[in-house]
Each structure stands twice: as structure tokens, then as C-alpha cells.
């Protein structure tokens, strides 16, 4: 794929478009998951790679948007930011209940109930036990 004709498509897939270097990825339409992979490209690589995708070894290319912990309203309601390096610890954190609420940056009902859900955080933000998440 030339990424500078399809850079959305690259970017969707994990890839960085602006990059110099090839890149391979298995996408399992089926399961919505895309494999990404990186470093050295030759026969045996490529081979491992592909092997490692047919028995199920291979890492999910996980996307994520933010990189910061929280985000802040100005009156001061936090949302703890959830990424696919987080989640686990956040989300499946056995000492508190989580809110998460799933979004996209391009959802156009995302966005519009984000005021609705700034109003949930702001009734529990006193809340010891809960963790509210996006």
C-alpha cells in the first residue's frame, strides 16, 4: 500500500503513514483485529511472521489516542483516560467499579452525550470506589 496515497487507511491499520520503512500487516476481518509486523523484512522474518499469525502467537495491534492519565473540565470534573497499555490496570482493577465509557474522537454520538456524561462524573467525582473511565 503506498501510504501516501492511502496514509488514512495506514494510519487505521497502526502503521505510521509518514514512515520510510515497509511494513506488513494481517488483517482478521473476522475477529477485527490487525497484526503489525516491524523490524527486519527478509524470507525468514516474513515466514515466522505469517507462521506465528496462523497459530494464533502473534500481539494485536492496539491502537490508542491519548497519553494522558486524566482529563480535566474547567470545573475540574476528571475523567481517568483509559489506552490499550492502561486498560488492564484500570479497568479489570479489582478494589474499585469502573465507568467506561467507549468513544471515538470521530463518533458524532460520542460527542454529543459528553456533556451528559461530564454531569455523571461530577455526581460521583467524591466517590473512594469508583473509578470513572473513557
Given at each position: 500500500?503506498?501510504?501516501?496515497?492511502?496514509?488514512?487507511?495506514?494510519d487505521r491499520l497502526?502503521?505510521?503513514?509518514?514512515?520510510?520503512?515497509?511494513?506488513?500487516?494481517?488483517?482478521?476481518?473476522?475477529?477485527?483485529?490487525?497484526?503489525?509486523?516491524?523490524?527486519?523484512?527478509?524470507?525468514?522474518?516474513?515466514?515466522?511472521?505469517?507462521?506465528?499469525?496462523?497459530?494464533?502467537?502473534?500481539?494485536?495491534?492496539?491502537?490508542?489516542?491519548?497519553?494522558?492519565?486524566?482529563?480535566?473540565?474547567?470545573?475540574?470534573?476528571?475523567?481517568?483516560?483509559?489506552?490499550?497499555?492502561?486498560?488492564?490496570?484500570?479497568?479489570?482493577?479489582?478494589?474499585?467499579?469502573?465507568?467506561?465509557?467507549?468513544?471515538?474522537?470521530?463518533?458524532?454520538?460520542?460527542?454529543?452525550?459528553?456533556?451528559?456524561?461530564?454531569?455523571?462524573?461530577?455526581?460521583?467525582?467524591?466517590?473512594?470506589?469508583?473509578?470513572?473511565?473513557r
Amino acid at each position: 500500500m503506498d501510504s501516501d496515497i492511502f496514509g488514512v487507511y495506514a494510519d487505521r491499520l497502526g502503521v505510521m503513514a509518514t514512515s520510510e520503512k515497509p511494513a506488513l500487516v494481517l488483517m482478521d476481518i473476522q475477529n477485527e483485529a490487525e497484526y503489525v509486523m516491524e523490524g527486519l523484512f527478509n524470507t525468514s522474518t516474513i515466514r515466522n511472521f505469517i507462521k506465528g499469525y496462523t497459530l494464533s502467537d502473534l500481539p494485536q495491534q492496539l491502537r490508542t489516542t491519548s497519553n494522558q492519565p486524566t482529563s480535566c473540565s474547567n470545573g475540574n470534573v476528571c475523567i481517568t483516560e483509559v489506552t490499550s497499555d492502561t486498560f488492564k490496570n484500570i479497568v479489570l482493577d479489582m478494589d474499585k467499579d469502573v465507568m467506561l465509557l467507549y468513544y471515538a474522537p470521530w463518533c458524532g454520538v460520542c460527542s454529543s452525550i459528553h456533556h451528559t456524561f461530564l454531569s455523571v462524573v461530577d455526581l460521583f467525582k467524591s466517590s473512594q470506589h469508583l473509578t470513572i473511565a473513557r
